[in-house]
């Protein structure tokens, strides 16, 4: 039996009624032109709309995504499994869904036993569920592979990008991957933006392990570090040359509290 998502959050980190996130979205998104190059990888955040929809917007509007996306999120919950791929069925969100590529979805779990079929892990995780609304509102017809990603050995995240990568090779169609993460967490605006650039340094070097590594050494506590690190890896098979910094806020520029804040990255890999 296939198993369709509902929305969690929905009324908190973005509107509950379909007209009204929708026109947010759009909002969001207005005056952002889609590049030509194929997208391999966005990264964008997965606050609230009204502090992150601008960078997340922003960015998805200008990434050139293909019509099935693998998305991988953190695992706040700590529940479900480390590596919790959502097999089947469709994502709710009010009024809308965006239906789940069964077929993908059983290919990388058959290429990599590290992944497991889980819906537990997906159920009260609200990261990649506050980026569907954009993607539904940029392609309503689009598939998505929903993995949460919470498994902290580096050495593991490599593997199963390695393994990703000859499904999506085989597939004779491209997928493009995103990213959803937040960066620094509730430290003043400078110092965020301080930390911050040198996570995103070793990002737009295109260097995983380097950007995995100064996360750790640093404190940086950005919530998607583990499925950003698995997501460069894949990107990195895949052929992606160059990585650039399309947005970049604070929620201080939003609700003016400059003491602590949360840092919010639009990163597009081509």
Known sequence: ??????????GQFYAGRHDQWLATA?????????????????????????????????????????????????NHTGMGAPLAVWPDGRWHLPGASLAVDEGLAKAILEAEPALTADYVAHLQEHSLEVVMPFLWALNPAMRIVP???GDPRPHKLGGAAAKI?????????????????DMNHFASDAKTREIDKLALERVLALDPMGFYGVVREKGISMCGVLPMTLGMHLANIMGAKSAELVAYATSGDV????????????????
């Open 26 to 74: 759009r909002a969001c998104m207005h005056g952002a032109t889609r590049r030509e190059k194929l997208t391999k990888l966005v990264m964008v955040p997965h606050a609230g709309h009204v502090f992150s929809g601008g960078v997340a917007g922003q960015t998805l509007a200008q990434a050139h995504l293909t019509d099935t996306v693998l998305l991988l999120g953190p």
């Open 255 to 270: 609700n003016g509290d400059l003491s602590r804040v949360v840092g919010y990255a639009g990163v597009i890999m081509e």
């Open 1 to 10: 039996m296939s198993r369709d998502r509902d929305p969690i959050v929905a």
């Open 165 to 181: 990568a000859e499904v999506l090779n085989g597939l004779g169609r491209q997928v493009s991957v995103i990213v959803s993460s």
């Open 147 to 149: 993995v949460a990603v």
